[in-house]
């Protein structure tokens, strides 16, 4: 077997997490590697510079978020988890991907208001998992956001921490385009 | 002002620096801009899955290294990043870049039996940072690789450390085609 299928996770609080996911996409299409990307919390209305790429490079994308939660409803927040949430158990388990990802599920699993609520519990996503590894196991999975549970980094192959050690947003700095999003 | 260019280090044992980089010159592309990379230490002969995408991206992209230091002879290590490090000045200083990705360059500025040669000290680098920013305010520069030394984490705008939580190297399992190349 040429392959086997990793599970990664990519947290902490410093930047790099989505677009070394996204980086890791761009050498899967280089080897003409068949992906699929959710991703949780962020809307597609946002002016993500991966979204036109991901399109144009023919790497089928999702953005099933509602937006920051700080200027969306929580209600709005929850129903957008859920139905991300549905999305990922239905890929996860189809056939034709080399690589799943699932940017900014670790925030949704650890949103302490949507946590209340138990739209996701960690539970549900080490047994997709874990159902993953028995039907595709050369097929790798990709994790992506702050505060991942211990339950994930757990089941994880790989885990790599990203750590803020200087940021322009404490000089003062705002988001640069290209660079942020 | 739109723009304030970014001085942004990624560096660390963790996997996950030069995919974030990476992930950063998809979103640029999705925003029209223009990118440059010149890649240390990595030889275009090795089958690395982002090599052909960038090309079909649009990304200018020059792989200036001899290949892995353990394969290859000293003198060819320090031919290529001579060689790498002229192509870096005067790109890095050239009009019509957004961005400049200097993949690796922290490997090339801190390996050991490199460093003896002083092929590049720490202060060109520097120096160089200082004049595109006087030049160029706007430009973008990233810089890859483990071992960033102090003087460049001062001078940054933005780093992150990416830390090596768990990685399937140390259970055995060897490097994953669309994942480490």
Redesign the interface.
Known sequence: M???G?V?V?T?D???????????L??????D?KACVIQFMKSSDAG???????D??GIENHQVGAGCTWTVSKQATIDSIKEAWNLTKQKVLSDGY??ILLDELNIALSLPEIFEDKIIDASEVIHLIQQMRQQFPQR?LIITGRYAVPEL?EE?????????????YT?G?KA????E?
């Open positions: 040429e392959n086997k990793l990664i990519l902490g410093g930047k790099g997490k989505t677009t070394s996911a996204l980086g890791m761009l050498r899967m299409a280089g080897h590697k993500y510079g991966e979204f036109k790429m991901m144009r490079l080399d690589c790798h980094i994880a192959d790989l885990v790599s921490e990203i750590k803020d050690i200087k940021h322009p000089k700095i640069q385009r290209g660079i999003f």
